[in-house]
């Protein structure tokens, strides 16, 4: 990675490679170059999978990730280092802006946005139209904040039947030209919803966008653009992009594409130095001895037959069947440790944003889930059988443009929720390469980017994750593809992903007998604390009962949450 500041205020982005454990934020005023595979020739040719262009009804649109600084502050926002403001930068003759972009100024600068080009033909009905005027929305020329100078916002006004799709910013209080941007057309845009915030300042923010229905057949695009609110608190005044051609699959990898995406992206997982619990394949579950109990013949549980041939497939999840460990206990007790050596990633690519994403979702199994450990204030405090369940079903998510290939995020799930996480922000392993690493935290097998401590609850009471990186190592690269509904046949998916009952029974035993176990040991103060921040966990984190598998999960079919 070569790092360089600018002299002037043209900054590039690039998302994928070799790139560095952030420890501490860096100047957004800095460079990086990092090695990305080439859209044009990379790639396994077939198909419009990172031609560069998408065609979204009439409407090209082309992701633009060189920019312009506009204008910066250098306080609040995260960590309470600013945010700035920026203009894409070497858009292809023809296309045009349909926003700024901004991004907080703890993190490097990494993003897009989309532009666009009219090419419906129509001259009655174009995609595009030029905005008829502006509406100022903020300026910040009297706030007595650390800032380059005052800094402008305004709100396009679309005409009849057209939509802005974000804000123009400008460092004079006079009204940008009305060919800075473009409008479209209504059939071609979305509703959006805010996402995270990137700044505020009084009655004054600014958050990120997203399209409102995200996932395998919404048709919303993200344009990543963002939103200036002045003391409201309706939903946003722009609009996000529509897929308007029915065929939202036309730009995904076909089946020789997500091999090669795969031998680039795909991630290393870090177990625990000290984890006893080891993800397998599923097919060496079933082989060695897991059973199929069913309600009210729970004395003649199954055998599974090897891919789960012989399980309910009718798609109901009523507490009839669950699955559970050899019933003898020497055999139950080497199951429950796993087996590294067959174990595998079950991958699921689906489209994501219209069409112009797409997302390879890198599902692991274990055989069981350890019991979870509690800090409270200074103190480490095992929680019995809190936490223990049979089956765990763990996942990351790769995302990647379907403009260029490039990886853009990686969402690591962490129990019942979970976060995305830019390429910039993420480990990547160690010699060159595109490949991410991430770690699975002890006992419990959450995701997470980087080694350390991670509380579920607040800093000083609540469940730990620890991660930590050790000899360990599952690469995900050893992957078998289970499903991707876009290719029709092409894939086939095997019996067990469509068994929607538990992969594990429920556990038969008292949080509040767990819980009391441990909380003679604490003074008063803590052991409500601790019991309060208990119950408010999902029964996914106490164990309760066993989890249902990756396609009953709602992010199957919809988007990571």
Known sequence: MENSTMGSNCLTTCCTGNFFKKKKSLPIDTIFKLPVPDANSSWPQGGNFASGIIDLGGLQVSQISTFNKVWGTYGGGPDNQGFTMFEASGIPQGFFMLGSYCQPNNKPLFGWVLVAKDVSKSTSNPTLKQPIDYTLVWNSASMKINQDGPIYV???????????????????????????????????????????????????????????????????????????????????????????????????????????????????????????????????????????????????????????????????????????????????????????????SYVHVKPMLGGTFTDIAMWVFYPFNGPSKAKVEFINVKLGKIGEHVGDWEHVTLRVSNFNGELWQVYFSQHSKGAWVDSSQIEFQSGGG???????????????????????????????????????????????????????????????????????????????????????????????????????????????EGPTGPKVKNNWIGDEV
């Not at 419990?444 to 994750?465: F, V």
């Open 434 to 544: 595109n490949k991410p690493l991430y770690y699975s935290s002890l006992h419990g097998h959450a995701s997470y980017p980087h080694a350390g401590l991670n509380m579920q609850g607040t800093d000083n009471i609540g469940i730990r994750n620890d991660t930590a990186k050790g000899d360990k190592m599952m690469d995900m690269g050893a992957f078998e593809l289970v499903s991707a509904e876009y290719l029709g046949y092409a894939v086939i998916e095997p019996p067990w992903l469509n068994y929607f009952r538990e992969w594990g029974p429920k556990i038969d035993y008292s949080i509040d007998v767990e819980l009391k176990k441990i909380e003679k040991f604490l003074p008063k103060n803590l052991k409500d604390a601790l019991e309060k921040i208990m119950r408010s966990l999902p029964s996914e984190v106490l164990g309760e």
């Open 154 to 344: 305004w709100l396009p006004t679309a005409p009849d039947g057209y939509k802005a799709l974000g804000h123009v910013v400008t460092t004079t209080p006079n009204k940008p030209s009305f060919d800075k941007i473009r409008c479209v057309r209504l059939d071609l845009t979305d509703q959006c919803e805010t996402s995270l915030l990137i700044w505020e300042s009084g009655s004054f923010n600014v958050y990120d966008v997203r399209p409102s229905n995200r996932g395998i057949q919404a048709p919303g695009v993200r344009v990543g653009t963002f939103v200036a609110q002045n003391g409201s608190t309706e939903p946003p005044s722009i609009a996000c992009l529509k897929n308007n051609t029915n065929a939202i699959p036309k730009y995904m990898p076909n089946l020789q594409q997500i091999k090669a995406i795969m031998q680039v992206y795909s991630p290393t997982m870090c177990l625990h130095p000290d984890e006893e619990y080891l993800p397998s394949s599923v097919d060496w579950f079933f082989s060695n001895g897991a059973l199929l109990y069913e309600k009210g013949q729970e004395s003649n549980p199954v055998s599974i037959a090897p891919n789960g041939t012989n399980l309910p497939q009718d798609h109901n999840n009523d507490g009839a069947y669950w699955l559970d460990l050899p019933s003898d206990a020497a055999n139950k007790e080497r199951v429950k440790k796993g087996d590294l050596q067959s174990a595998k």
